[in-house]
């Protein structure tokens, strides 16, 4: 049995990520910050044959985060984990830039570190990134201390107490950041999986960033130009990756490369 974990399943993309994993054949763990709201959709996907199981997993909260690995110590090896959750505030001040980065850059390095002595040897840990954290909203000086080979996790902490402090000053754009925390929370969740892929080398584990592009969902809107399916379909690509795939440290749309 393959086992799959998804955050931020319980609508939009992560629910349409469960569902094509489950139609699959994976044992597919739905997992979001509201109980209730995450059991619900798994039902919705159990009245269609799907093995779909809920679980309490807020990745702002340490300890569901540790109390879901204690959970999942029980099933089967982890073949595909999915860090979807993640979310956008309105404005644009010192404390959302860290209420942001905690969520969508912090939250996805909690889980993965979490669960990663649950994962199977060849397993796919995908970071559902955007193209909004492309590094071309950065400064020079930024693009070039982010893509350093041998950036470490220690670095990217200090990139992001960097922002949090120029936002307070009101002296980031200055200091290369744009003015956008979301943009800056998917940039350092990118450069983690980069971290994270020489981590994992010599062993059949594999990570990739991926962005599902401008989708239809609550937070994309109703304008967004791509449903679903579409937005969905990169990431179970990446998912569902097997053994032999060389794919490792990448960012992709669609299934193809974009730049960094």
Same mark, same amino acid.
């Given at each position: 049995?393959?086992?799959?974990?998804?955050?931020?399943?319980?609508?939009?993309? %992560?629910? *349409?990520?469960?569902?094509?994993?489950?139609?699959?054949?994976?044992?597919?763990?739905?997992?979001?910050?509201?109980?209730? /709201?995450?059991?619900?959709?798994?039902?919705?996907?159990?009245?269609?044959?799907?093995? @779909?199981?809920?679980?309490?997993?807020?990745?702002?909260?340490?300890?569901?985060?540790?109390?879901?690995?204690?959970?999942?110590?029980?099933? +089967?090896?982890?073949?595909?984990?999915?860090?979807?959750?993640?979310?956008? #505030? /309105? %404005?644009?001040?010192?404390?959302?830039? !860290?209420?942001?980065?905690?969520?969508?850059?912090?939250?996805?390095?909690?889980?993965?570190? &979490?669960?990663?002595?649950?994962? &199977? +040897?060849?397993?796919?840990?995908?970071?559902? /990134?955007?193209?909004?954290?492309?590094?071309?909203?950065?400064? +020079?000086?930024?693009?070039?201390?982010?893509?350093?080979?041998?950036?470490?996790?220690?670095?990217?902490? =200090?990139?992001? &107490?960097?922002?949090? /402090?120029?936002?307070?000053?009101?002296?980031?754009?200055? &200091?290369?950041?744009?003015?956008?925390?979301?943009?800056?929370?998917?940039?350092?969740?990118?450069?983690?999986?980069?971290?994270?892929?020489? *981590?994992?080398?010599?062993?059949?584990?594999?990570?990739?960033?991926?962005?599902?592009?401008? @989708?239809?969902?609550?937070? %994309?809107?109703?304008?967004?130009?791509?449903?679903?399916?579409?937005? !969905?379909? %990169?990431? @179970?690509?990446?998912?569902?990756?097997? =053994? !032999?795939? *060389?794919?490792?440290?990448? #960012?992709?749309?669609?299934?193809?490369?974009?730049?960094?």
């Amino acid at each position: 049995m393959k086992v799959a974990v998804v955050t931020g399943a319980n609508r939009g993309l %992560g629910l *349409e990520t469960a569902r094509s994993l489950a139609s699959r054949g994976y044992r597919v763990w739905l997992t979001g910050r509201d109980a209730e /709201s995450a059991e619900h959709a798994a039902g919705q996907l159990r009245a269609h044959d799907l093995d @779909v199981q809920a679980a309490l997993l807020d990745v702002a909260d340490a300890s569901t985060i540790s109390g879901f690995a204690q959970r999942m110590a029980s099933e +089967p090896p982890i073949s595909a984990l999915v860090n979807n959750a993640g979310t956008t #505030f /309105s %404005g644009f001040d010192a404390g959302i830039a !860290a209420r942001t980065l905690d969520s969508n850059y912090r939250g996805p390095v909690r889980v993965t570190d &979490a669960l990663l002595p649950r994962l &199977a +040897p060849s397993a796919n840990i995908v970071m559902v /990134s955007s193209g909004m954290g492309e590094l071309a909203k950065f400064s +020079p000086a930024l693009q070039t201390r982010l893509l350093t080979p041998d950036l470490s996790r220690a670095q990217i902490e =200090e990139l992001a &107490a960097e922002f949090v /402090s120029a936002v307070t000053r009101a002296e980031h754009a200055t &200091a290369g950041f744009p003015s956008n925390a979301y943009a800056v929370s998917k940039a350092l969740l990118n450069a983690f999986t980069r971290v994270l892929a020489r *981590e994992l080398a010599g062993s059949s584990r594999r990570v990739n960033a991926v962005c599902p592009g401008w @989708v239809k969902t609550r937070m %994309g809107g109703n304008s967004a130009p791509r449903s679903l399916e579409q937005g !969905a379909s %990169g990431i @179970v690509w990446a998912a569902t990756l097997s =053994e !032999a795939s *060389e794919q490792n440290g990448g #960012f992709f749309r669609d299934a193809k490369p974009i730049p960094w």
